[in-house]
């Protein structure tokens, strides 16, 4: 729409900053990758990525444009708590504290 929401600036002004940032070298590629985004190639992908705590994945699904169409990151205390079951069944409840500890669970990322 072109109007400045929020304390934002408006759509002209961002493209006179970008025509300035072009001129200005690393910093105005920077700037425009930052706010424009980069091609996402159209289709999508689903990454794994090594963490300390397990496996990140990363799936996003884009229709070639800047902005891709869905971005979901999922937690490797997702997986965790995925077993949990399986080393819970038959034994106590005091026992489901020690394995949850012991998976090194972080509850924050499990319900994202």
């Not at 929401?5 to 070298?25: M, N, V």
Request: proline share 4%; net charge negative.
């Amino acid at each position: 729409d072109g109007d400045a929401q929020g304390g934002g600036i408006t759509d002209a002004e961002a493209a006179e900053f970008a025509a300035d940032a072009r001129l200005a070298g690393a910093e105005g590629q920077h700037f425009l990758i930052y706010s424009q985004g980069f091609k996402v190639p159209a289709g999508d992908a689903y990454v794994p990525v090594e963490g300390p705590r397990g496996e990140h994945g990363c799936y996003v699904v884009s229709d070639g444009t800047n902005r891709p169409w869905r971005v979901h990151m999922r937690a490797p205390a997702l997986f965790a708590c995925q077993a949990l079951h399986k080393f819970v069944v038959g034994g106590m409840i005091a026992d489901v504290i020690a394995v949850i500890g012991s998976l090194d669970v972080v509850m924050g990322d499990v319900d994202r």
